[in-house]
């Protein structure tokens, strides 16, 4: 993909919705760290689900301490390695009140260090919380880069690099969120909406998934 689309893809993205952002439920890093501690292998919705139970009751490193083991599962084991995600939480509290001052540290090795967060995760909290130009990298941005012809990768790592090279940088701020909105909605894993998408005569996919009841892809 040319530098002309590229910049015309991202235009439409902006257009489109100027103002993207998580679809995660939070008020603070702290709260957008755990839910996105909690999001692996669960949807959204899922873990907002179990927030809305969990914050009203903890939402700082020490209420979530002071709630108990028991009590953080019971909010939160409507969500997949309910058990996991709670020691995990569990411990990265801890290790934020003991280095951290209870904060959420701004800083890309500090986060990767605590329990349950990786790559991924550190580059969310970077981008939402605190303004980054940092690109995470989930299924969903993965497929829309390789499939669109945006920055193709065998690797998220990969794919990363080089959306962070290829991606305009008036752009940059926002690309996460438009890129995973637009693979979670619109170019879907299994069949992508070619027909309703904006985006279709810029991008890389061949053939374009036509509309269902006609007989020709275009």
Known sequence: MNPL??????????????????????????????????????TDVSVNAAT???FPLANTPRTILDLGEKSLVDCIRTIGLYQTKAKHLRQTCQILLDQYNGQVPEDREALEGLPGVG?????VV?????????????THIFRV??????????????????????V????????HHWLILHGRYVCKARKPECYRCGLSDLCDFKPKTPLPGSRHAF
Request: charged share 25%; glycine share 4%; aromatic share 6%.
């Open 5 to 42: 689309k590229r910049q015309q893809m991202f235009e439409r993205l902006c257009q489109a919705n100027p103002n993207p952002t998580t679809e995660l439920a939070f008020s603070t890093p702290f709260e957008l760290l755990t839910a996105v501690l909690l999001s692996a292998q669960a």
């Open 52 to 54: 809305a139970k969990l």
């Open 119 to 123: 790559r991924k995760t550190a580059n």
């Open 126 to 138: 970077l981008n939402t919380a605190f303004g980054w130009e940092t690109i995470a990298v989930d």
């Open 145 to 166: 880069a390789n499939r669109t012809g945006l920055a193709k990768g065998k690797t998220v790592l990969e794919v990363e690099k080089k959306l962070l090279k290829n």
């Open 168 to 175: 305009p940088a008036n752009f940059r701020r926002n690309a």
